[in-house]
């Protein structure tokens, strides 16, 4: 077992920005930060670049307010206001990711909820809730996150739930490592996926509302079982990117 350390942190940041863009989670934008070891006020994030192409040395250091401290000055993402509220508000969450994983999107934008359909997705509890900006930033806004309000907003829409969606734009999910919130960004788009394929079935099958979710119950039983064995697919994805 290696140590989870600011360095050790900082390294798999790098391949989880790679694992996720082979995954589909994230394209040229999103971004995926941790919070570091030892100071829990600040977080470690790419600088403002292609997820793809992150290397050790483009990982900068973020503080609460969203500020870089960097000697360089170079700058993070506009949207890094998603990460610094919510490591405010949820002590627990050590990894923040957020994504524009395209099959995510119907859901907020319509009224059907995203909801666990299989095994792999207990994470994702019961309901899983939208971000709605036009209540923060008026009917004008261009969607982003771009400041500490805005983030605020949606760390409290986050509530205690693993992803939360934001209406026209994304999702945003978090994890108690990187392995976990990497894993849950993968199986959301996954889920989203299967879902969207089911409705239409039922849809087809003339039954729209016939789709089988978990319950309550099986969610938590079935996300407590897949986190006990999160490292088996974080080394596959691992060793898929070495050989990309
Ligand atoms: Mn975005």
Redesign the pocket.
Known sequence: MTQDTSDTRRADLVLANHILVNEGVLDG??HISVRDAARPNQFFIARSMAPGLVTLEDIVVCNIDGAVIDAQNRRTYV?RFIHSEIYRARPDVQSVI?S?SPAVIPFGVTSARLRPICHMSGFLGVTTPVFEIRHSAGESSDL?IRNQLLGKALAELLGNAAVALLRG??NVVVGTSIQQSVFRAIHTEKNALLQSQAMQLAAAAGSVGDVMYLTDAEAKAASDMNDEHLDRPWQMWKRQVNHA
Do not use: A, K
């Open positions: 934008f999103g949207e957020h524009h982003l734009h994304g």
